[in-house]
């Protein structure tokens, strides 16, 4: 079992920058758990705290069920990518993932048939006899993870280890990450800033800002239920439209009044609505591009359009409500013909309605989700 948990850690660094706040979290055995937020909120500091390469100021992290504050990186069995990885440029392919077991003063039998299994997985064996720079960059990636995986840590951890490496290699190597999880069964936990990774490869997803958690949940649940207006607008692209609503009860339930169009509130929110104490007039209600709905009749929103952006089997049109206000809505063109995509591309004005069991509710106050208890509010920096 390798289960790391982190109770109440905190990171004070010694110019008294609180880098990381009261994080909490239980790691489960095997479990991918990817660390995401904008730079400097705390997520390489929370992964060197886990590795030991930097003193936690409070709090306990266990691994494993022990409690490892003040343990030597060496003896708490992780291994670590960072983004930076630094192969020697001397050594061949082979001995730069052979290095750390020969410090180990591992046998030379043993370090080949770790060596070619590593290679095997990553798919770099006919690589082994080349030295560094004749290498692409993804492989040297592979290599440095090699590196890392010769020893089947106990906990596997990764600091953007993909943010060098360009748009086409990032995903071919995002995927052999993937495969690499299936193949090695350990825990994981994964820094990154980029969205998608964190999406693709996590089981849960932590997101951080400024040293706080805003939330852990599987990437359906951020994306669906974002707890609060940061991470709404942090997941998903183009970003989450947000409109002031009025919030309306009546004997049929809960309607949300904006810009003119009443909105029903579906029926789980207007359960979680009903076990709070008290429920806002005015609140923020959010929507992503993809459920605003184009129509041409019945009830809806009208706008004029700014911008239309074609992105192949999409487009995102950017529009202006008559007040004033921005909107993105995406539309998905592949079942249109060429004319009607040019239509589409040409138009002045659209009108559209809300995709209602999508919508989620916000605090304009706090930015909390009206809808998921225990939400995290958005922190201010005063
Ligand atoms: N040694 C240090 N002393 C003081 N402050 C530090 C130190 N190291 C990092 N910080 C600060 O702590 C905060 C968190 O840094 P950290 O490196 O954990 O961010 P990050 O989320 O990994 O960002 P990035 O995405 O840019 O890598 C930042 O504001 C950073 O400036
Ligand atoms: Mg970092």
New binding site residues.
Partial sequence: MADVKLTNVK?Q???G?V??HDFNLEIKHEEFIV?V????????????MIAGLEDITDGTIEIDGTVVNDMEPKDRDIAMVF?NYALYPHMSVYENIAFGLRLRKVPNKEIHKKVTEAAEILGITELLGRKPKQLSGGQRQRVAIGRAIVRVPKVFLM??PLSNLDAKLRNQMRAEIILLREKIRTTFVY?T?DQTEAMTLGDRIVI?KD?YVMQVGTPQELFNHPANLFVAGFIGTPQMNFFDAELKKDRNGYTAKVEGLNVKVPKHIADALDKRESVPEKVLLGVRPENLILTDSGESIGASIKVTEMMGSEIHIHAELPDGKNVIIKVQIADLDDDQQNEMLTRHGIAFRIRERTINLFDPEDGRNLAVSDAAAVPTNE
Wanted: proline share 4%; aromatic share 8%; glycine share 14%.
């Fill in positions: 990171k660094y010694d110019n920058f880098a990381v660390l937020g904008p730079s400097g909120c705390g997520k390489s500091t929370t992964l060197r983004q600091d953007e820094v800033h951080m040293g």
